[in-house]
C-alpha cells in the first residue's frame, strides 16, 4: 500500500515524501529513497488463521504458566475474565520435566515463568526453576512480577539463579493496578534490594504501561526515576490493550483523545522526555531499519511473537496455549480453543485461535503495520477495533519521529486509501503540534549514520 506523508522542514517548508508499507521503501517526491538502502534477507512469516492453524516445532524461547491467581486486581488485566484451570503445585513438576525433556530437541534460548503473579506460585516456581536450571545451565531465565511478595530470600535466590526480572509498576497511573508496593516501606525496601542486585547487570525493568488514565510517557518516567534513578531503564510502555470490558474502558474514547495523545506522544519524544522507555527505542529503531533493509510485509508476524513455531506457551499439565495469558479451558473470541495441543505430541499443536494481519481488514492498508504487527492475534470484535484505534494512535507518533530522524521533516498528514479518520495525525491538516526545539530525536543520537 502506497501513502503520501506530507511533511514540514524546520524551516517551515512543505514536503512530500512516499512511503510503501509493503516494500518498506520511503523516497523523496522524485522518487530518491531518504537513505541508501540495503536489502535485507528475509522469509515469509507464518500466517495462522482458523483455515491455516500455526503449529509448534523446535523451541526457543518457553513460557510456562503457574497460573492465573494474582494478589492484585488490575482494570485492564488481560487475565482478569479468563477461566482458569487446574492449579499447578509442586507435584507437577516431574511429570512436567519428563514431557518437556522428551519435547525438546535442544536447550531452549530462552525460558520465561508466567502467572498471575508468578510469586503466589513460590512453592512451585521455586522447585521447577531449579530443576531448570540444572537441566539448561546457559538459558536465559526471566520472570514479571508486581514486587510486592519480594523478600530478601526471593531476591538473593533470583539473583543467584540468574534471572531476569520485570517488576509492573505504572508510576503515577498505579491506582489502576492495584497497591503502591513502593508506599509500603518493607516492600519498598524488598524491591530496592532486588534493584540494587540486578541493575548493574541490566537484569531489571519496572514495566510500565499506557492507558488513557496513564497517557504521559514523560510523566511515567519521570516518576520512576525519581524512585529507582535517572538509568532506569522502563519496560513495555506501550498502549494497553483492551481484553475485557474493563480495559475498554482505559482506551481513548474520542477522535478528539486520540489526537491529543498522538500529539502528546509525538511531542515527548521530540524533547527527550521518554529516553528510557524501552518500547520507544524499539519501535523507533526497528522502523528505521525496515526502510534500510526493504523489509517486506510478508516476513512480519505477529507483534506477541506467539505465532512462530519456535514460541511455546505451555502450563505444568503439559497443555501448549495460544499464549501464556489464556489458559486450557478458556475459548478464544472466535470461538476456537485456547488449549491447542499437548507437550506430549507437539507435531499436533494447531493453532487456530489466532489470527494473523493479513486476514484483518484493516492491516494491509494501514501505514503503521510495519511498527504495530498487527495487535492482538486473537482478539476479535469490537475489543478488536477498540485495540487496533489504540494501537494506530500508539504507533503513528513512533512513525513520524522516525520519518523525522531519516528525514529531518515533521509529519502531519498521511494520504492514501485507508481510514479517513486516521489520515490527520495530529487532528490539524495544515499544522503540527507546538514546534519546540528538538533534541535530535535523543533516543537514537548513538545512531547519526542515516540522518543526512
Not at 359 to 383: A, E, I, N, T, Y
Request: proline share 6%; glycine share 8%; net charge negative.
Amino acid at each position: 500500500m502506497k501513502f503520501q506523508i506530507h511533511a514540514l522542514r524546520q524551516d517551515g517548508q512543505k514536503v512530500l515524501l512516499h512511503y510503501d508499507n509493503q516494500l518498506s521503501t520511503l523516497t523523496w517526491q522524485d522518487g530518491t529513497p531518504v537513505v541508501p538502502v540495503q536489502p535485507g534477507s528475509f522469509r515469509d512469516a507464518t500466517v495462522v488463521s482458523v483455515n491455516q492453524p500455526g503449529r509448534k516445532g523446535q523451541v526457543r524461547v518457553l513460557k510456562i504458566s503457574l497460573g492465573l491467581s494474582c494478589n492484585y486486581e488490575c482494570s485492564y488485566c488481560n487475565q482478569r475474565f479468563v477461566p482458569d484451570s487446574d492449579a499447578s503445585n509442586p507435584d507437577d513438576i516431574e511429570p512436567f520435566i519428563s514431557q518437556l525433556t522428551d519435547a525438546l530437541l535442544e536447550p531452549p534460548e530462552r525460558i520465561e515463568f508466567w502467572g498471575g503473579e508468578p510469586l503466589v506460585y513460590w512453592k512451585t516456581l521455586q522447585p521447577l526453576a531449579e530443576r531448570l536450571r540444572g537441566l539448561y545451565p546457559d538459558t536465559q531465565f526471566s520472570v514479571i512480577t508486581n514486587g510486592s511478595l519480594l523478600d530478601a530470600d526471593k531476591n538473593e535466590w533470583f539473583d543467584r539463579m540468574g534471572f531476569s526480572v520485570g517488576l509492573s509498576h505504572d508510576g503515577p497511573g498505579q491506582s489502576t493496578r492495584g497497591p503502591d508496593p513502593l508506599s509500603d516501606p518493607e516492600k519498598f525496601a524488598d524491591i530496592m534490594d532486588l534493584y540494587a542486585r540486578l541493575h548493574s547487570q541490566g537484569r531489571i525493568s519496572i514495566n510500565a504501561m499506557v492507558h488513557a488514565g496513564n497517557q504521559s510517557r514523560a510523566q511515567i518516567q519521570a516518576w520512576l526515576q525519581q524512585r529507582f534513578g535517572q538509568d532506569v531503564n522502563i519496560g513495555e510502555g506501550a498502549f494497553i490493550d483492551p481484553y475485557d470490558e474493563g480495559g475498554l474502558a482505559a482506551t481513548l474514547q474520542t477522535q478528539q483523545d486520540h489526537v491529543r495523545f498522538r500529539a502528546l506522544a509525538y511531542k515527548e519524544l521530540r524533547q527527550g522526555l521518554a529516553s528510557r522507555m524501552s518500547v520507544a527505542q524499539q519501535r523507533i529503531m526497528d522502523f528505521v531499519q525496515s526502510i534500510r533493509t526493504a523489509r517486506p510485509a510478508s516476513s512480519l508476524g505477529q507483534k506477541c511473537g506467539m505465532d512462530k513455531p519456535n514460541n511455546l506457551a505451555v502450563d505444568l499439565h503439559g497443555n501448549v496455549l495460544t499464549c501464556q495469558n489464556v489458559s486450557a479451558a478458556a475459548t478464544a473470541p472466535n470461538g476456537q480453543p485456547h488449549h491447542i495441543g499437548h507437550l506430549s505430541n507437539l507435531q499436533a499443536v494447531k493453532m487456530r485461535s489466532a489470527t494473523h494481519w493479513s486476514h484483518r481488514p484493516d492491516c494491509p492498508s494501514c501505514p503503521v503495520l510495519q511498527l504495530c504487527k498487527g495487535s492482538c492475534m486473537f482478539l476479535q470484535g469490537h475489543l478488536w477495533d477498540a485495540g487496533c484505534d489504540a494501537a494506530y494512535s500508539d504507533n503513528v507518533p513512533f512513525l513520524a519521529a522516525a520519518i523525522e530522524y531519516l528525514t529531518g521533516c515533521i509529519p502531519y498528514y498521511i494520504g492514501g486509501d485507508f481510514r479517513d479518520d486516521r489520515k490527520d495525525i495530529f487532528g490539524q491538516v495544515h499544522g503540527v503540534p507546538e514546534q519546540s526545539a528538538r533534541r535530535v530525536i535523543p533516543i537514537l543520537a548513538y545512531d547519526r549514520t542515516v540522518a543526512a
